[in-house]
């Protein structure tokens, strides 16, 4: 079993233990690297990539706006080819539907299809409460489950593990679980990949009853598809004689047609590849051929709430590449467990906050401030979902969430209304400038002088402090913008002073005028 997302910290102190692993870092530096160069040398080859793009953005719109009706066409579909449709507005709904499969099928064990939705669920530490072991057969998610670890990205869970740590679980962990790894196991990837293989071949064909997920779902044909580079997902979906599938409604496509577009999208996104290695695709119960009982959970889990948000609803477009993952300078740095879910990176950051909801739990509250907004998320979305636009979004939802849930404003209310009224009169804002001014020569002194040549000060005491710990806070100029536009006639001459309390007016063009002072240290006029 798998470790629990419950009880992680808020973003900002998980992130900051995070960047004290030196060794994580190096590893998601490396990992995210290969992924990055390997995508952009595929879609490089794609002259109409950005005509890909939009044509994925509008296939998933369509299926957004048209979602109840492409529902109901994707059950009579599946209906028709021999399979069975569960509906689950939750993930207890869900889990309870699979747990009960495998019961009436007398079962002590599962063999699993990575999903990201079971994993949504939590639908491993369910079963195993019902005394049914979940034995996952995707080679990242394995060494997650052996151990007892969580996944740091959505596809490579395991990017936060290097090979000698891999080798080290395999070697302590396989054989409590069943065929033990081999002594003499180095940390090359094919003797690792070949004890992992050997491990699970014996529940691969001993399983009776198969879980997967499903990247994508034909309404017109009733056809489930999954991509992989393993072959895992094959014997999982072909071995075993009950396959359940839990799929977020969020993944049917109106047409085969449309499948054929994120076909296209998906590899490149996420792989680096033309195509992925095995691509599954499976319409219902086929006499004699792979499972004969197949049954398909159709999960909502706060999606339909997503669906009502304007704005925020773009994220139902996404088809969990991870390419956002990739280029997030944030995630590169703290890695997946910071964020606190199955969804990690910027996805996450704005999928899980509209899943659970906002103002409730901190944790959550912060996953849209873990962004720098810097877009390069947005720039290589396959399905173009603005990432930066919601997380702006979600922000506003979480200050207003925590406004109406406090009778009493917070520091950051009184600050921000202080400063609308003082900015909203020339008098005001110009008192300010001066006050600021005279502090800022008062407070020089205890500042500090940045590479740049700014003085900025370091801890701050007080309400300020939170935004001071993670911030330069500078000193205030001793002389206001207005006073200096004053003093240089808009940028068009400098004034400084001479020995003997003289001033000369220097005229930015090179023309020099100079004028004596009469009364000793008052400028004579500027030119």
């Not at 003797?191 to 064909?205: D, P, V």
């Not at 849930?405 to 008192?431: E, F, I, K």
Request: hydrophobic residues 40%; aromatic residues 4%.
């Amino acid at each position: 079993m798998s470790g629990t997302f419950l009880g992680t910290p808020s973003f900002p102190t998980a992130a900051k233990h995070a960047l004290e692993d030196s060794q994580l870092r190096r590893n998601l530096a490396h990992a995210t690297g290969v992924i990055r160069t390997k995508r952009a040398g595929v879609v490089g080859e794609v002259d109409d990539w950005e005509q890909l793009r939009l044509a994925g953005e509008a296939i998933k719109n369509r299926v957004l706006r048209h979602l109840p009706d492409y529902l109901e066409q994707l059950e009579r579909s599946l209906t028709a080819a021999g399979a069975t449709v569960h509906w689950a507005r939750d993930a207890a709904e869900a889990n309870a539907v699979v747990v009960d499969i495998a019961r009436r099928h007398g079962t002590d064990e599962v063999v699993k299809v990575k999903s990201m939705a079971t994993q949504e669920i939590d639908l491993n530490s369910a079963l195993e409460a019902a005394g049914i072991h979940a034995w996952e057969t995707d080679l990242a998610e394995l060494i997650v489950q052996l151990g007892d670890d969580l996944p740091s990205h959505i596809l490579v869970p395991a990017i936060h593990r290097n090979r000698a740590e891999i080798r080290e679980i395999f070697l302590r962990e396989m054989g409590r679980a069943g065929r033990a790894a081999p002594a003499d196991l180095t940390d090359e990837p094919k003797r690792l990949a070949a004890a992992a293989r050997e491990h699970l071949r014996e529940k691969f064909l001993r399983a009776k009853v198969a879980v997967s997920g499903a990247n994508f779902a034909v309404a017109e044909t009733g056809t489930l598809t999954v991509v992989e580079s393993e072959g895992n997902g094959r014997m999982c979906l072909t071995l075993p004689e009950v396959l359940v599938s839990v799929v977020g409604i969020e993944k049917v496509l109106p047409t085969f047609q449309d499948l054929d577009v994120m076909l296209a999208l998906l590899p490149r996104s996420s792989t680096g590849e033309r195509m992925n290695p095995y691509t599954s695709t499976w319409t219902g119960v086929t006499p004699g051929d792979g499972p004969q009982e197949v049954h398909v959970v159709l999960l909502d889990n706060g999606r339909t709430d997503v669906l009502a948000d304007p704005t925020g609803r773009q994220a139902l477009r996404c088809i969990r590449c991870s390419a956002c993952l990739n280029v997030c300078p944030v995630y590169e740095r703290t890695g997946g467990h910071a964020y606190g879910s199955v969804y990690p990176g910027p996805i996450g950051a704005i999928l899980t906050p509209q899943l659970r909801g906002v103002g409730s739990d901190p944790q959550t509250d912060s996953l849209p401030y873990a962004s720098s907004l810097c877009g390069a998320c947005f720039e290589v979305c396959p399905v173009r979902i603005d990432i930066p636009e919601v997380l702006v979004h979600l922000r506003a939802e979480v200050v207003d969430a925590h406004q109406r849930a406090s009778r009493v404003p917070s520091v950051q209310d009184v600050a921000m209304r202080a400063a609308s009224w003082t900015l909203s009169s020339a008098t005001r804002t110009g008192a300010a400038e001066k006050a600021a001014g005279l502090g800022g020569r008062l407070v020089a002194r205890l500042g500090r002088t940045t590479p740049g040549g700014r003085t900025v000060l370091g801890a701050v005491p007080g309400p300020a402090s939170p935004w001071a710990d993670s911030r330069d806070v500078p000193v205030p100029a001793e002389e206001s913008f207005r006073e200096w536009w004053k003093r240089t006639d808009g940028g068009r001459s400098r004034t400084i002073n001479t020995d003997g309390g003289r001033s000369r007016t220097i005229d930015t063009d090179g023309d020099r005028s100079r004028s004596d002072d009469t009364d000793g240290g008052r400028d004579g006029g500027g030119t």
